[in-house]
């Protein structure tokens, strides 16, 4: 009996991140991260600026290797995959970049196209019915004979966030999806993300800072800090953590564990050592 | 000493690792040539880039360099009082050589530079990443249309450089300097072979446009992912193209024409 409830948990896990390590040169970012992603649900990494979020999202895509430990995604081990298997797995994973990263010889009605035009025949008329639909759900319809050079900052993530779910992916990752948003607009994609969630059956992976918002939003929550996991939990069970880390974090207080400052010797001693 | 030894030595491993890299990013690309038969609409826009949008260059070049060649070749024939000999002196050192040569350094400068500087922006502003992300593989998406259009084009602006610069040492020698027309066409007609001179030539351009096309598309997708290092690529592709081209010119003669 308890096999198969172990078995049931394992399903809910759509992603399982084991023992991760990646160093960039000699320098060590992540050192051992275990996250587990439940199936259907919505996950946010949070950390400092710096600390490997986007590093992470990049191995859990497979455009990294990571020098030790694992992801895998369904029960298939990212990182041995062959590249056909590869991209077939991808095929079924949306990825928000955190720079937006819109071609920029194609319109935003194109950018949008793209992933619809690489991997389906679906006739044209029904391509602009499925662009049209993702660019109303960020609010952009209007905007779709503009080229990437003629948006804002934030419409040009809300373009990127359209064609990311384009293809109405089996897992969506969002890195940083409220960054440089005005208030609605953070409320609406909040409210976006977590339609997508829930009526699509997709399971969400979110990085953010915004505390408050993901706290919102999120089934549930990873601190990642000088490349370890430092906390874990719900929404609720984070708020009251009494870790040093998290606490820290949720409350954006500038002093405690979380180091505000990259790596470096004391302040005082680097001003009066003069010039390198 | 010891120093500078271990620098050279380091430089020189750097040089190697990065020819090993580009051999083996060509080998990935003549692997995915046959992409282009199911997309081909992906050539026919890149054949637009980099060969239409070359003409007006090749076209202006082509024309000046024949109408100098006819007006310098006619001043020392005419010694000789052998001015008749003009057109297969000048068709020949069009086919044979700057034909190729010249198109090949103006197709880096052109459109070579422009492949690198576009692969690079596209690396550094994540949307080869993207791409990947979106199981579409930059490299048959991106890469080797490009790399086909400069094959491609090449030769063709090769023969049209050549072509419109004997048209130009046909206007100065004939038009302007009293060149018999008649012995012009015909002495051309009797000297330049087509299974020598020609094909020679043609296999040149081939041979220079898989080089270019390669060192240009190479430098974008390995460049630096910053604006410095796109720049820097750039730089390269130029400076990288002419010691390719003129190295392999000078090869390509000593095989075609040395035992003459
Ligand atoms: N191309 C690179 N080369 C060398 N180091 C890099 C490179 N990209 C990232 N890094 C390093 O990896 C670390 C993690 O980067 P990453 O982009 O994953 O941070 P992040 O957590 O997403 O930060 P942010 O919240 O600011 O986006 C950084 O400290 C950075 O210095
Ligand atoms: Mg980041």
């Given at each position: 009996m308890s096999d198969t409830r172990v078995a049931r948990q394992q399903d809910a896990m759509l992603v399982r991140i084991n023992d991760l390590h990646y160093a960039r040169g000699t320098r060590k970012i992540l050192k051992g991260i275990n996250i587990d992603i439940p199936r259907g649900k919505i996950t946010t990494i949070m950390g400092p600026s710096g600390c490997g979020k986007t590093t992470l999202l990049r191995l859990i895509g497979g455009q990294l290797r990571p020098s030790q430990g694992g992801v895998t995604i369904a029960d298939q081990n990212v990182h041995a995959l062959n590249n056909t298997d590869l991209y077939q797995l991808r095929k079924r994973m949306g990825m928000l970049f955190q720079s937006g990263a819109?071609?920029?010889?194609?319109s935003v009605f194109e950018n949008v196209a793209f992933p619809l035009r690489e991997h389906t025949n679906l006739s044209e008329s029904l391509i602009r019915a499925l662009v049209l639909m993702k660019l109303q759900a960020v609010g952009l319809r209007g905007a779709r004979?503009?080229?990437?050079?003629?948006?804002?900052g934030g419409m040009a993530r809300r373009v990127a966030l359209a064609r990311a779910i384009a293809l109405d992916p089996m897992i969506m990752m969002y890195d940083?999806?409220?960054?440089?948003?005005d208030p609605i607009t953070v409320g609406v994609i909040m409210q976006l993300i977590r339609l997508l969630n829930d009526s699509l059956g997709m399971t969400s992976i979110i990085v953010s800072h915004d505390v408050q918002e993901v706290c919102a939003i999120s089934d549930r929550l990873y601190m990642i800090s000088d490349g370890y996991v430092v906390g874990e939990g719900g929404p609720d069970q984070l708020k009251q953590s009494d870790s040093g880390w998290v606490r820290q974090f949720m409350n954006a207080?500038?002093?405690?564990?979380?180091?505000?400052?990259?790596?470096?010797?004391?302040y005082a001693q680097d001003l009066l050592q003069g010039l390198d | 000493m010891l120093d500078w030894l271990q620098n050279i030595g380091q430089a020189g491993l750097r040089v190697f690792q990065r020819l090993g890299h580009a051999t083996l990013f060509m080998l990935q690309i003549l692997v995915s040539i046959p992409v282009l038969f199911r997309h081909p609409r992906l050539l026919i826009h890149e054949l637009y880039s980099v060969g239409v949008l070359s003409l007006a260059i090749i076209v202006i070049s082509g024309l000046t360099v024949g109408m100098v060649l006819g007006l310098q070749m006619y001043n020392t024939l005419v010694d000789f009082g052998t001015e008749d000999s003009l057109g297969p002196v000048v068709a020949l050192s069009l086919v044979r050589e700057l034909g190729p040569v010249l198109t090949a350094l103006l197709f880096s400068g052109r459109a070579g530079s422009a492949l690198t500087a576009e692969i690079g922006l596209m690396k550094a502003t994540d949307q080869l990443s993207v791409m990947e992300m979106m199981a579409v593989d930059p490299l048959k998406r991106v890469v080797v249309p490009r790399y086909m259009a400069g094959v491609i084009s090449m030769p063709l602006l090769a023969a049209m450089f050549s072509a419109v610069g004997i048209l130009g040492s046909y206007m100065v020698g004939?038009?302007?300097?009293?060149?018999d027309d008649g012995a012009f066409w015909s002495q051309m007609q009797d000297k330049v072979?087509?299974?020598?001179d020609v094909l020679n030539g043609v296999i040149k351009s081939i041979v220079f446009g898989m080089a270019a096309s390669w060192i240009a598309v190479f430098e974008g997708y390995d460049a630096v992912p910053t604006t410095e290092g796109v720049s820097r690529a750039t730089t390269r592709t130029v400076v990288h193209t002419a010691f390719a081209v003129l190295g392999l010119d000078f090869v390509l003669t000593a095989i075609m024409f040395g035992d003459q």
């Open positions: 819109l071609f920029t010889h194609l004979r503009l080229m990437p050079a003629e948006l804002s940083e999806p409220f960054t440089g948003q207080l500038p002093d405690g564990p979380v180091p505000f400052h990259y790596p470096a010797p004391s | 004939v038009g302007m300097l009293g060149v072979m087509l299974d020598e």
